[in-house]
């Protein structure tokens, strides 16, 4: 949804409702790790294998892609690489590797009693970023580029996961208040997005601003009380189809955007949400078919689910 949103002014109204998204992701990625049980040498290899070779084959079909009909430039054919550079969602793979390599250290950060320094990280790398913002500091393209790649500002989402699942907390949530605090957080998101596009920031919906911190944090809240509930486990089926195939829908979906882009005129007219829906629906398709054409074991190499 954040890829098919309009860009500009209407991201101050639109990203607030579906900024959640990474955050999530990161959430669940960390809540699902045992650290007690956990074994280096597996871990490495099966995540590694997992999320590495997917996407080195995804981004070189990109980079491919983006070079044709252009002369090779070596210069950003190695920043693709090196920086997740090749698609708009490539990053997040590229900061949920950084999390995989981390997480053996994490684990045992969760298990101190030092543990409370694992909530600085992400507010201090979005208070650089407020700092560069209004200070009118220009940081040259290779920091730039680190710093929108980098795990930091996510550190919490991850974090917060690992911690809630392996510190034995029993967090008790009242879920009506939860979701108001949720709807203030998004009221905050609107009023700071307007006020970052009225200093002339088109990037006014990023998920990197301190209000969209904080909608992360209480939208993850809200899951987390939801899977504290065992009757609102597994009821949807539709959600779980496209729980399974999450990561090629995910890793796929900027292909056909671009391809109906191209093939439609007036792909560009389509209300957004329709659009989404449409784009879904077909990388839904395309890894499906992907799958059963391809087989259990190459589709997981390749990141089709």
């Not at 790790?33 to 995804?58: A, E, G, Q, T």
């Not at 430039?73 to 090196?82: D, E, G, P, R, V």
């Amino acid at each position: 949804m954040i890829h098919t949103a309009p860009y500009g002014k209407p991201q101050v109204f639109i990203r607030p409702f579906i900024n959640f998204g990474v955050a999530l992701f990161l959430f669940i990625s960390g809540y699902l790790i045992n650290v007690d049980s956990i074994n280096k040498k597996k871990f490495y290899k099966k995540r590694i294998k997992r999320v590495l070779i997917p996407y080195f084959i995804w981004t070189s079909l990109y980079t491919i892609v983006e070079f044709i009909g252009s002369e090779f430039n070596l210069k950003k054919f190695i920043m693709n690489f090196a920086l997740a550079k090749s698609a708009a969602m490539m990053y997040y793979i590229f900061v949920y590797i950084q999390f995989i390599l981390l997480t053996p250290f994490l684990c045992k950060l969760v298990k101190s009693k030092y543990n409370w320094l694992g909530w600085l990280i992400a507010p201090l790398s979005v208070i650089i970023k407020y700092y560069w913002l209004f200070f009118k500091i220009d940081p040259n393209d290779i920091i730039s580029s680190l710093y929108d790649v980098c795990c930091l500002g996510w550190f919490t989402y991850y974090y917060l996961g690992l911690y809630l699942k392996n510190r034995s907390a029993s967090l008790k949530c009242d879920l009506k208040k939860l979701i108001i605090i949720y709807i203030i957080t998004i009221l905050l998101q609107i009023l700071e997005g307007y006020g970052w596009y009225s200093f002339g920031n088109m990037s006014c919906g990023t998920q990197l601003k301190i209000s969209s911190f904080l909608t992360g944090v209480s939208f993850i809240m809200i899951a987390y009380w939801y899977i504290n509930n065992d009757k609102y486990i597994g009821k949807n089926r539709l959600l779980i189809l496209v729980g399974d195939y999450s990561f090629g829908i995910y890793i796929s979906h900027i292909i056909f955007i671009n391809i109906l882009n191209k093939i439609i005129p007036t792909w560009k007219q389509i209300p957004f949400v329709i659009n989404s829906l449409i784009v879904l629906s077909i990388s839904l398709l395309f890894v499906i078919i992907g799958k059963k054409i391809l087989g259990e074991k190459i589709g997981k190499y390749i990141g089709l689910y």
